[in-house]
Structure formats: structure tokens, C-alpha cells
């Protein structure tokens, strides 16, 4: 029996006719997406004038932990994501990366507010309003602007719904147009991502992996967002695709001055895409940067260690090539390390390590570190960079010799920094 919600393949119209999974040699799937790339569009330009779309400062998100039985009692928090802070340019893209479980994820939904932050604030758009704290009602003109792109293109779209009814739903929820005027907006958005408009009425089980991502992106599109956030938009395609849905995404970005929070794994794509790169670590972010200072001048053991695990990162301004392998699992976020929350798996840790956390400290015009011995790789210095600005002597102890300094907390890039060779307030 025919199922009418899936009709059977038609072959003699299918709608993988674009034949980007079948372009896919065996030659093309061994290349790496850093050289696939390069036959694509060149890498995604820094505006360093464009004004945040987004400000995030000191976001939390804890999420409860409740004990078994009958009366079920808080005993403990995930800390998923603790005081995190970060802009994103009017568009422009700023990447998201760390091992799985940093709390990546819970970023991206605590912006589109699927989750309601446990603390801090979001300031989104032109007037700088605070998403974090508003209701529902309130935030209903705010959603079209802020929408997501999601990992799985097999499970982020309904089966039993036509790609017209799944691109054209956001129409009709935030009754934007009249209903006439859906079908030929789907049929626009379909050309735009690259798609056949007249498929509209097809299911997502006729789709490639990529066409469905792309049909994904053309529903992330509908209302005109300002700001993506994409989680892991490639990762669950072959390589040779995921160069032409990041092309895609940097056409769409052009055309419609989008801005992106994109999530990834994969430091190589992430390169190409994010003129600017945070890293997080259990929930904090441990560096962000420029891309020349992440992946030339990267300061933070952590990301030092990311870095080098990646086989077509040169990391020709660190002077080394080898693989750093960090030791142990990543600790629970129920119960982090005191201090420094890499320390356990830090190479460099001292005793101050676990007594003082780190700051965020801008060590450049658009360079941010939290570590006490931050440095390039062999050029880490033997004494905390960080003891004289927070009043602590070498093992993290009180020093009542030393007067603490104001550590700027902006979630943006000030236009003075610590520098870390004279160990003085510097501008440009
Ligand atoms: N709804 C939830 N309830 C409780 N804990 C959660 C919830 N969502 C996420 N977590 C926990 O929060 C931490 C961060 O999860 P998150 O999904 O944000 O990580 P991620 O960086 O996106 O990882 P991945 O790379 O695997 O996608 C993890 O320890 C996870 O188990
Ligand atoms: S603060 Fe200490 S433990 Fe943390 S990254 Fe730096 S050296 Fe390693
Ligand atoms: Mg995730």
C-alpha cells in the first residue's frame, strides 16, 4: 500500500537532479575541506567596524540535577554554560568550538531562547534590547529575526510534511504574508538555496543530505533573520558537499547581510568561515580571537592542544607541528575543577592553577585569553602573567604587597590591553 505521505520516488523526476552528492568522486572525498575550499569562494573577510548584532555578557545556564524517587530534590547543576561573553557582528560570523559537551549546543539555544538563560544578559539588534529575560509574548517579533540551522538534516525536518509546508510554516505562524503569497515565497526561497522551486510539494525522503541541509537553510531564511545560528550545519555531510553548503552560506551571508554563530567541530571549516573564533572548555570560554591570532598565535594550552590534533592546520607562527595529546577525560560539569577548569588536563598547571580562575584577558587589539600562563607554544612564561592584576602572588595567595587591577569584563574588544611582554596597559 502506498503511504500518502510518501509518495513512492518518482524516477523519472527525482529531485536529487543536481547531482552534488553524485559530483562526489573518490579522488574528491580524500582531499580535506581546507583544499576543497580553495576551489570555492575565498575565506570570510573581518569587518572590524561592524557593530555587534549580538552582545553576550555572562551567560549562565545551570540546568538542575535531581535526585531519584518519590520526592524528586534538586542535589546539584549541569553548569553547562557559566558566564560565557562574546559578540557577533552585524553580519558578520563568529565560530564556536571545543570538545563535545562544552556547552556549544546550550549556547546556541540559549540565543534563540529556546532555553531562558539561568543569568547574564543577550542585547540583541539595533535598539539593544536584553533577549535573556523577556516572555514569550515579548519575544515573538524578535524570533523571526534570530533563527536556526540545525546538525541533522535527517531528523530536522518533518517526513510527513512537503518541503513547501516546512519552508512555508514560519509564513504562516508569524502570519508575515497573505496566504497567496506563501507559495510563490517558498518557491523563492527554494531557488535561493539552490533548489528546484517546482519541488515544493516533494517530502524530505527524496532529498540528498545536502538538498535537505539546503532545505533547511531556505527555512532558517523565511522571515529574513538577522542572526543564524548554525550548529554543526556540515558535519553530518561528506566533505565535498560541505564546501558547497558553506559556499551557500557565504553567498546568503552577502546577499542578505546575515550574521552567524557557527558551531563546529572542525577548526578547518571553522577557519574558512569565522573571520572571529571562540574556544570553549567546560562551559567557559578560554580564548577568542581574530583568525590570524587562534590559528598563528593561538596562547591558550587548550586550544593549542585543538589545534594540533588538526592534520591541515599549519601552525607555521607557533614554529610546531606535533600532536599535543591532553590527558584524561573532560570532568563533569556537575562539579568542575576550582580554578582553572582545564587544569587537569593541563600540561602547564601550577598551584595557582587550581586556587584563582583565570580571567578573560584582552592580550591583544582582538585577542582574549584566561590562562595564567598564557603564551605561544614554547613560550609560555615561568611566572602567572596574571598574579600582579589580581593581587596574588606565584601560587595564587593573597599578596597584600600587590594592589589588584580592574580586568575588563566587555564582551567586546577594548581599545586598550594587557601586553603580555612589557606586562603593561598598552594601546594601539
Ligand atoms: N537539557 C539538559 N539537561 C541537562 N543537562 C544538559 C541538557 N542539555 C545539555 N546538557 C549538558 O550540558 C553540557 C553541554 O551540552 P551541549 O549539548 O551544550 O554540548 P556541546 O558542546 O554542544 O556538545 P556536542 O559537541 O557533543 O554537540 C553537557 O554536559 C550536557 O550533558
Ligand atoms: S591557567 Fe593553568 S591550568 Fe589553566 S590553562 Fe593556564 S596553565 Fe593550564
Ligand atoms: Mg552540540
Given at each position: 500500500m502506498t503511504d500518502v505521505n510518501h509518495p513512492p520516488h518518482d524516477p523519472e523526476n527525482?529531485?536529487?537532479?543536481?547531482g552534488e552528492e553524485l559530483s562526489a568522486s573518490n579522488e574528491e572525498q580524500k582531499l580535506t575541506f581546507a583544499q576543497l575550499a580553495q576551489t570555492g569562494h575565498a575565506p570570510t573577510e573581518l569587518d572590524p567596524d561592524a557593530e555587534p548584532v549580538l552582545s553576550v555578557d555572562n551567560l549562565k545556564m545551570y540546568f538542575p540535577v535531581k535526585s531519584s524517587g518519590?520526592?524528586?530534590?534538586?542535589?546539584?547543576?549541569?553548569?553547562?554554560?557559566?558566564g560565557i561573553s562574546f559578540q557577533v557582528p552585524r553580519g558578520g560570523s563568529l565560530g564556536l568550538v571545543g570538545e563535545s559537551g562544552c556547552g556549544k549546543s546550550t549556547t546556541g539555544r540559549l540565543i534563540t531562547r529556546l532555553y531562558t538563560p539561568t543569568g547574564g544578559s543577550m542585547q540583541f539588534g539595533e535598539k539593544k534590547q536584553?533577549?535573556?529575560?523577556?516572555?514569550n509574548r515579548e519575544l515573538k517579533p524578535l524570533r523571526r529575526d534570530v533563527q536556526m540551522i540545525f546538525q541533522d538534516p535527517y531528523t530536522s525536518?518533518?517526513?510527513?510534511?512537503t518541503v513547501g509546508a516546512i519552508v512555508g510554516a514560519p509564513l504562516e505562524v508569524h502570519n508575515v504574508v497573505p496566504k497567496n503569497k506563501v507559495l510563490p515565497r517558498v518557491q523563492e526561497l527554494l531557488e535561493v538555496v539552490?533548489?528546484?522551486?517546482?519541488?515544493?510539494?516533494?517530502?524530505?525522503?527524496?532529498?540528498?543530505g545536502g538538498q535537505r541541509q539546503r532545505i533547511g537553510i531556505a527555512r532558517a531564511l523565511t522571515l529574513n533573520p538577522k542572526l543564524l545560528v548554525a550548529d554543526?550545519?556540515?558535519?553530518?555531510?561528506d566533505v565535498s558537499i560541505q564546501a558547497q553548503v558553506i559556499n551557500l552560506l557565504q553567498d546568503l551571508q552577502q546577499e542578505f547581510d546575515i550574521a552567524f554563530l557557527f558551531i563546529a567541530h572542525d577548526l578547518a571549516v571553522v577557519r574558512h568561515f569565522c573571520p572571529e573564533v571562540a574556544v570553549m572548555y567546560l562551559g567557559k570560554i578560554v580564548e577568542i580571537a581574530d583568525r590570524e591570532s587562534i590559528y598563528n598565535?593561538?596562547?591558550?594550552p587548550y586550544t593549542q592542544a585543538l589545534l594540533s590534533a588538526?592534520?591541515?592546520?599549519?601552525?607555521a607562527g607557533q614554529g610546531r607541528r606535533e600532536r599535543i595529546r591532553l590527558e584524561g577525560d573532560v570532568p563533569s560539569p556537575i562539579n568542575p575543577p576550582s580554578g582553572c577548569r582545564f587544569r587537569t588536563r593541563?600540561?602547564?598547571?601550577?598551584?595557582i592553577c587550581a586556587k584563582v580562575e583565570p580571567p578573560l584577558l584582552?592580550?591583544?587589539?582582538r585577542h582574549k585569553v584566561a590562562c595564567h600562563?598564557?603564551?605561544e607554544i614554547g613560550r609560555?612564561?615561568?611566572?602567572?602573567?596574571?598574579s600582579g592584576l589580581l593581587g596574588v602572588d606565584r601560587q595564587g595567595s593573597p599578596d597584600p604587597a600587590v594592589t589588584p587591577q580592574p580586568v575588563g569584563t566587555n564582551p567586546g574588544y577594548d581599545k586598550q590591553w594587557f601586553d603580555l611582554d612589557s606586562q603593561q596597559m598598552v594601546s594601539a
Amino acid at each position: 500500500m502506498t503511504d500518502v505521505n510518501h509518495p513512492p520516488h518518482d524516477p523519472e523526476n527525482p529531485a536529487v537532479t543536481e547531482g552534488e552528492e553524485l559530483s562526489a568522486s573518490n579522488e574528491e572525498q580524500k582531499l580535506t575541506f581546507a583544499q576543497l575550499a580553495q576551489t570555492g569562494h575565498a575565506p570570510t573577510e573581518l569587518d572590524p567596524d561592524a557593530e555587534p548584532v549580538l552582545s553576550v555578557d555572562n551567560l549562565k545556564m545551570y540546568f538542575p540535577v535531581k535526585s531519584s524517587g518519590l520526592v524528586r530534590r534538586t542535589i546539584g547543576h549541569v553548569q553547562a554554560v557559566d558566564g560565557i561573553s562574546f559578540q557577533v557582528p552585524r553580519g558578520g560570523s563568529l565560530g564556536l568550538v571545543g570538545e563535545s559537551g562544552c556547552g556549544k549546543s546550550t549556547t546556541g539555544r540559549l540565543i534563540t531562547r529556546l532555553y531562558t538563560p539561568t543569568g547574564g544578559s543577550m542585547q540583541f539588534g539595533e535598539k539593544k534590547q536584553d533577549i535573556a529575560r523577556m516572555s514569550n509574548r515579548e519575544l515573538k517579533p524578535l524570533r523571526r529575526d534570530v533563527q536556526m540551522i540545525f546538525q541533522d538534516p535527517y531528523t530536522s525536518l518533518n517526513p510527513r510534511h512537503t518541503v513547501g509546508a516546512i519552508v512555508g510554516a514560519p509564513l504562516e505562524v508569524h502570519n508575515v504574508v497573505p496566504k497567496n503569497k506563501v507559495l510563490p515565497r517558498v518557491q523563492e526561497l527554494l531557488e535561493v538555496v539552490g533548489l528546484n522551486p517546482e519541488h515544493y510539494n516533494r517530502y524530505p525522503n527524496e532529498f540528498s543530505g545536502g538538498q535537505r541541509q539546503r532545505i533547511g537553510i531556505a527555512r532558517a531564511l523565511t522571515l529574513n533573520p538577522k542572526l543564524l545560528v548554525a550548529d554543526e550545519p556540515v558535519s553530518a555531510l561528506d566533505v565535498s558537499i560541505q564546501a558547497q553548503v558553506i559556499n551557500l552560506l557565504q553567498d546568503l551571508q552577502q546577499e542578505f547581510d546575515i550574521a552567524f554563530l557557527f558551531i563546529a567541530h572542525d577548526l578547518a571549516v571553522v577557519r574558512h568561515f569565522c573571520p572571529e573564533v571562540a574556544v570553549m572548555y567546560l562551559g567557559k570560554i578560554v580564548e577568542i580571537a581574530d583568525r590570524e591570532s587562534i590559528y598563528n598565535h593561538a596562547h591558550h594550552p587548550y586550544t593549542q592542544a585543538l589545534l594540533s590534533a588538526v592534520p591541515d592546520i599549519k601552525q607555521a607562527g607557533q614554529g610546531r607541528r606535533e600532536r599535543i595529546r591532553l590527558e584524561g577525560d573532560v570532568p563533569s560539569p556537575i562539579n568542575p575543577p576550582s580554578g582553572c577548569r582545564f587544569r587537569t588536563r593541563c600540561p602547564l598547571a601550577q598551584e595557582i592553577c587550581a586556587k584563582v580562575e583565570p580571567p578573560l584577558l584582552q592580550i591583544g587589539p582582538r585577542h582574549k585569553v584566561a590562562c595564567h600562563f598564557a603564551g605561544e607554544i614554547g613560550r609560555h612564561p615561568a611566572t602567572p602573567v596574571t598574579s600582579g592584576l589580581l593581587g596574588v602572588d606565584r601560587q595564587g595567595s593573597p599578596d597584600p604587597a600587590v594592589t589588584p587591577q580592574p580586568v575588563g569584563t566587555n564582551p567586546g574588544y577594548d581599545k586598550q590591553w594587557f601586553d603580555l611582554d612589557s606586562q603593561q596597559m598598552v594601546s594601539a
